[in-house]
């Protein structure tokens, strides 16, 4: 009963930039976190950025400088504004909410369906 999606993946340049969206909707009663994780071809996935309800961000040391985490909590939706791209940021690109449905419901995590996001010349 809850759905993430995501969309603004594709192809960049390297040094280029590219906005990542994923949009919860379904039975939610309240959103504690928010991330981005990826995974490239023949890697482990890895954690990108989060972000709290009340605005606390956490970024992989990989992409901090380069990539911002934000939220509209009116939308129920998170962003991933990714800057200075490189070819190694290529990898598939899943959005995460770690969420609770009701005030006496379960806690837990939803996973969208993963972007494409790759960078090359």
């Known amino acids: 009963q809850v759905q993430l999606v995501e969309s603004g993946g594709g192809l960049v340049q390297p040094g280029g930039s590219l906005r990542l969206s994923c949009a919860a909707s379904?039975?939610?009663?309240?959103?504690?976190?928010m991330g981005w994780y990826r995974q490239a071809p023949g890697k482990q996935r890895e954690l990108v950025a989060t972000?709290?309800?009340?605005?606390?961000?956490n970024y992989a040391d990989s992409v901090k400088g380069r990539f911002t985490i934000s939220r509209n909590n009116a939308k129920n939706t998170v962003y991933l504004q990714m800057n200075s791209l490189k070819p190694e940021d290529t990898a598939v690109y899943y959005c995460?909410?770690?969420?609770?449905?009701?005030?006496?419901?379960?806690?837990?995590?939803?996973w969208g369906q993963g972007t494409q996001v790759t960078v090359s010349s």
């Open positions: 379904g039975s939610i009663f309240h959103i504690y976190v």
């Open positions: 995460n909410v770690d969420l609770r449905t009701g005030l006496l419901g379960t806690r837990n995590n939803y």
């Open positions: 972000i709290t309800s009340g605005g606390s961000t």
